[in-house]
């Protein structure tokens, strides 16, 4: 299946000093796609979420890997892709090339709850449908599940 796919240009709020990316930043990029591809892709802006639905979707584990800086004035593409859709929870793998060069990769989970509660929440069956459409093959040395 496709992945979604976001360009974020490095610009100097990005970087540290040297021009490289701060580590912290990516953070923030990642944040950016997810976001705009609920918007986007899932037809489900984060504002519809944490607003009129009361929801939230908190990271409950992350894992980074930062192969090769990347520097002010490159472009990144990055990409996501559905690991595993659970009841309440999504398994996302993220990842951000300049060329045919890795520049960081990304797991983590979210889960799906209610905002105020703090109950998770089933996806909404047209939700879990479109996400479907992101969702990549399993391979043999994924041995991590999603948290329900």
């Known amino acids: 299946m496709p992945a ?7 610009m100097l709020r990005d970087c540290e000093p040297s021009g490289i ?35 939230s979707l908190p990271f409950v584990n992350i894992s980074a890997e930062f192969p090769a800086p990347s520097r002010l004035g490159d472009r990144l593409i990055w990409r996501l892709s559905v690991r595993e859709l659970g ?14 060069e890795r520049r960081v990769s990304i797991t983590g989970t979210l889960v799906l709850s209610e905002a105020v509660a703090l109950r998770t929440r089933r996806w ?25």
């Open 87 to 100: 009841r309440s929870s999504i398994w996302l793998e993220l990842s951000a090339t300049t060329g045919a």
């Open 4 to 10: 979604y796919q976001y360009v974020h240009d490095v």
């Open 124 to 148: 909404p069956d047209a939700i879990a449908e479109r996400v479907k459409d992101y969702m990549i093959a399993p391979d043999a040395e994924a041995g991590k599940k999603v948290a329900e």
């Open 21 to 55: 990316v701060f580590l912290p930043r990516y953070f923030d990029m990642v944040h950016t796609v997810i976001e705009n591809w609920l918007d986007e892709a899932l037809d489900w802006p984060m504002s519809q979420i944490q607003g009129s639905d009361g929801l």
